[in-house]
């Protein structure tokens, strides 16, 4: 073994710093005389403590002695570095090891399953201020059982882990003795702040025969949190305990309580952040970023008309002000329109234009959406799949043919290339069939099927074969037979689909399914819509494809319109909106 790998440390003057705490948790106290180590058993160590052993010549002190220290009685811990897993330790540049490796020692000898010397490096570690912290930290790292054998022999060695009791009730608990913590004593429940140890301390309470009135006066005692009153209920609930109802409501009423004490607490500290943001553009009027915060705690705070006058204010200072205008875009679309659309001609950048966009499709101005969507460098073409280019036609195909050129497998594109053909009269069944070939989502294939179904058929009949049972793409196969007349060929494409899913409503897809056998499945899904307590906007969205796939604008149009007023800012199904009342 070499010098660099067997060193000797002195200990006498740590153990005079040993009693000292842990950053407030752990401390740990010297022997009066030096016993024997245990193993996680609480056997005793054959081996006994640790003999003097005198450094290597040559070897380095871990730790430097000082010169004006008075000989004393020492002993000597070796730390074999060799052994220990993964690589060794660097020495620092002033020629010591770094005292915080210590506790990483004590953490590789423990998992090494070498306790007694976990407990010798600990002795020393503990003494030393600059790795406490660590210590800490290893604590914490360790696994619940890992910990209590470290514990067993560190206090079998005379080395006293002070430690706060529901720290180490909490580990006990994790390490499957639950059962030893609770014992006849329930204060342990009220000391818990861990959610997954509660719940096994509450499981092991009722199993060594707590009584539910017990459990009570605990949780009266020192009033128990919502949460814990919930675990509690859920325990009571398993064991068909008449008293969980009662359990359950008075969780209940605690979480009302803490959700309007919340609540209120939240609302005073808004009405303190708006105050201050008055305060600064009092001070401030001429900073537009004040009027844009004070615009976004207004909204937080339900004053909308005030919000909309800030965000007016911040931009009648600065024009630029991209918070300000996406805001008041949402709010007051028509005004962040004449607000910036003059100035904002030759902005480029993509988010600005993004919210101007935006802005123009709330108030359904589809010829000013697409132009300056075609202004953006990377624009997010899933808007172009559904159909934004039919209101710039000749523009788009401009912009879109230099796009499509450097990057011909983009489905999306594609798919904006078929609309503006369409909306110029022009066939678009090379730019569908093209767009199927690179793929795409499912809006670019429900684009396809009202663009041109017999491309559908055409792209998916030479592979009806080879098509999985449960391909999802059967079910847009199946609309595009329908749509092109071709009923009969319906049932044999949807079949082994139907036969795959399990329950076809609630698929992403059950818009293709409904409208492919409209007459047996729009009633289902219409029904599915209806049985929900709250339809989502997707929920909406999906009735809107199916009554468009059908041939329902109206009804596909008012869809989209419940969709839009639950999620105001859902700019696809604007688009796809305006698209279908053109």
């Not at 799949?385 to 450097?406: D, K, M, T, Y």
Request: aromatic share 6%; glycine share 8%.
């Amino acid at each position: 073994m070499s010098a660099r790998q067997r060193t000797g440390l002195g200990i006498g003057a740590v153990a005079a710093l040993a009693g000292a705490f842990v950053a407030g948790r752990l401390s740990v106290s010297p022997p009066a005389a030096a016993p024997a180590t245990t193993d996680a058993s609480g056997a005793s160590d054959a081996r006994g403590p640790a003999a003097p052993v005198a450094p290597e010549r040559g070897a380095r002190p871990l730790l430097a002695a000082d010169p004006r220290a008075k000989p004393r009685p020492e002993t000597s811990i070796v730390v074999d570095l060799a052994t220990l897993p993964g690589p060794g330790f660097p020495d620092s540049p002033n020629g010591l090891v770094d005292v915080a490796v210590w506790p990483t020692l004590v953490f590789q000898h423990v998992k090494a399953g070498r306790l007694r010397d976990a407990v010798e490096v600990l002795r020393v570690a503990a003494g030393l201020p600059s790795a406490r912290g660590g210590l800490v930290d290893l604590v914490v790292r360790l696994q619940p059982d890992e910990f209590l054998a470290l514990h067993a022999a560190a206090k079998a060695a005379g080395l006293a882990l002070d430690l706060d009791r529901p720290f180490l009730e909490a580990r006990l608990t994790l390490a499957g003795r639950a059962e030893d913590v609770v014992g006849g004593d329930l204060e342990a429940l009220s000391r818990a702040d861990d959610q997954t140890v509660f719940v096994r301390l509450v499981d092991a309470a009722l199993a060594r025969g707590a009584r539910e009135p017990a459990l009570r006066a605990q949780a009266e005692r020192e009033p128990w949190p919502p949460w814990k009153l919930a675990a509690t209920a859920a325990a009571l609930e398993q064991r068909r305990d008449g008293a969980a109802a009662a359990w359950r409501a008075w969780a209940d009423r605690g979480l009302a309580e803490a959700e309007r004490a919340a609540a209120a607490t939240e609302a005073a500290s808004l009405r303190e952040r708006i105050e201050g943001a008055r305060e600064a553009v009092g001070e401030r009027p001429g900073d537009a970023t004040a009027w844009e915060a004070l615009s976004r705690l207004l909204l937080d705070a339900g004053d909308r008309a005030g919000a909309i006058d800030a965000c007016e204010r911040a931009l009648g200072i600065n024009v630029y002000d991209s918070s300000a205008a996406q805001r008041l875009g949402a709010l007051a679309p028509e005004r962040m329109i004449k607000l910036v659309a003059e100035a904002w001609r030759e902005v480029r950048d993509d988010d600005d234009l993004a919210s101007l966009v935006d802005a123009y499709l709330r108030v359904g101005r589809g010829r000013e959406a697409a132009e300056t969507w075609l202004r953006i460098v990377e624009p997010d073409f899933a808007w172009g799949a559904l159909g934004l280019s039919v209101f710039a036609p000749e523009a788009s195909l401009r912009a879109l043919a230099p796009r499509i050129a450097r990057d011909p497998s983009e489905g999306e594109l594609l798919v904006a290339r078929a609309w503006a053909e369409q909306a110029l009269g022009r066939p678009s069944e090379v730019s569908v069939r093209a767009a199927l070939e690179h793929g795409g989502g499912s809006d670019s294939t429900t684009a396809c099927l009202l663009l041109a179904p017999e491309a559908l058929v055409a792209h998916f009949g030479a592979r009806e074969e080879p098509m999985e049972p449960g391909d999802p793409l059967r079910a847009a196969f199946a609309v595009a037979l329908r749509r092109t007349g071709q009923a009969e060929r319906v049932a044999a494409v949807l079949g082994p689909l139907l036969a795959a899913t399990d329950d076809w409503p609630n698929a992403w897809y059950a818009a293709w399914i409904a409208a492919a056998e409209p007459d047996a499945r729009g009633a289902v899904l219409r029904a599915k819509l209806g049985s929900e307590r709250e339809p989502s906007p997707s929920s909406w969205r999906d009735w809107a494809v199916y009554c468009a796939l059908v041939d329902r604008r109206g009804d596909a149009i008012a869809a989209l319109d419940r969709a839009i007023e639950l999620d105001p800012d859902d700019t696809e199904a604007r688009i796809f909106r305006l698209v279908l009342a053109r």
